[in-house]
């Protein structure tokens, strides 16, 4: 049945159609909407799985922005460099440090940081709290731990002095005789000369010169240092004790014994004496007190330097 065509889309088209095409329209129109409906909802869809990914890489990436953008920041201010080296210690350069400079050694501004009955297991520790701050120091050997002789090598090969203490460290055998004496003074040697490729002609006796721990053989020390001459050696004692030997039990201990032992010793010290302090580095609290032992001493305008034959001779009063 033919209408006026004026009358506009939809319903003229439907109107002019016969059933079939009719049929055949509807189904069209629903599956147009279904898929115009499930179109909408996997748009939706990926939008909300895009945004959550965004969120996730949001998440993920952020702190890396911040990391590389305060890294590239730290150099522009000097006092900012120098703030972002002062917390981590490990990372600590040298050129950021105060460190000890030995050709600036000046007369009355010395101190000789000497370490006896070691090498051990401290020992490279204790060399890394060295080289840190370019100190250089005395090792005065023992054999007591010979699973540790070849650090021997690592104390000279980093500019530290090495003399002779003992191999054996037992009083009752070394002081019994000269003889024994000498005796295990050349096993010693030998055991540095191994590692070094030379002999020592350092040396500090067990107990100190002054030691009366040798009076069940009267005269010995009297003997045995007229005899060091004689040999071409030259023995070390010390003015200050940073007191490990004497029952410190902390490395505060350590430390303040070293600081007040060093300002008590000042007004007494005598004409060309230098600070030498007896430390041994086989207690953990010692080796853990040096970095700011040397602090402290650079602070003061100290230069720490190694003994050699040629330093102030300090020698105690021999009593036996
Ligand atoms: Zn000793």
């Known amino acids: 049945m033919p209408l006026a065509c004026n009358e506009g889309g939809f319903v003229v088209t439907y109107e002019i159609m016969d059933k079939k095409y009719v049929g055949s329209g509807i189904v069209l129109l629903l599956l147009t909407v279904l898929l115009v409906a499930g179109g909408r909802y996997q748009y939706r869809k990926l939008s909300s799985d895009r945004a959550a990914n965004e ?24 006092s900012e460099e120098v703030l972002y080296r002062a917390v981590p210690a490990d990372v600590v350069t040298a050129e950021g440090l105060r460190v000890n400079h030995p ?3 000046e007369a009355g501004k010395i101190i000789y940081l000497t370490f006896d009955d070691g090498p051990c297991m401290y020992t490279a520790k204790l060399l890394g709290i060295l080289d840190k701050y370019n100190v250089k120091a005395t090792f005065f050997v023992t054999d007591m731990t010979p699973e540790y002789e070849y650090m021997i090598y690592e104390e000279k090969s980093s500019g530290h002095s090495v003399g002779v203490h003992s191999y054996s460290h037992v009083y ?14 050349n096993l010693m040697n030998n055991v540095i000369y191994k590692y070094t490729g030379e002999k020592t ?37 010390w003015n200050v004790i940073c007191g490990d030997a004497d029952g410190a039990k902390t490395s505060a201990e350590i430390y303040n014994n070293i600081v007040n032992g060093i300002a008590e010793k000042i ?10 302090i007896l430390c041994h580095d086989n207690h953990e609290i010692t080796v853990n007190a ?11 305008g100290y230069t720490f330097l190694p003994l050699t034959k040629d330093s102030y001779p300090k020698h105690h009063t021999i009593h036996n």
């Open 55 to 78: 969120t996730l890489s949001t998440a993920t990436e952020e702190p890396k922005k911040e990391e590389i953008s305060e890294t590239a920041s730290a150099p522009e201010d000097p």
């Open 290 to 300: 040096m970095e700011d032992v040397i602090n402290w001493g650079l602070d003061q």
């Open 267 to 276: 007004p007494t010290l005598e004409d060309g004496e230098e600070i030498v």
């Open 172 to 185: 009752d055998k070394i002081y019994e005789s000269e003889d024994a004496f000498w005796a295990d003074f």
């Open 103 to 105: 050709e600036n050694a």
């Open 201 to 237: 002609d350092i040396i500090r006796f067990p107990g100190g010169s002054s030691n009366e721990i040798s009076k069940f053989n009267p005269g010995i020390m009297t003997r045995l240092v007229a005899e060091t001459g004689d040999r071409g050696l030259y023995y070390f004692d």
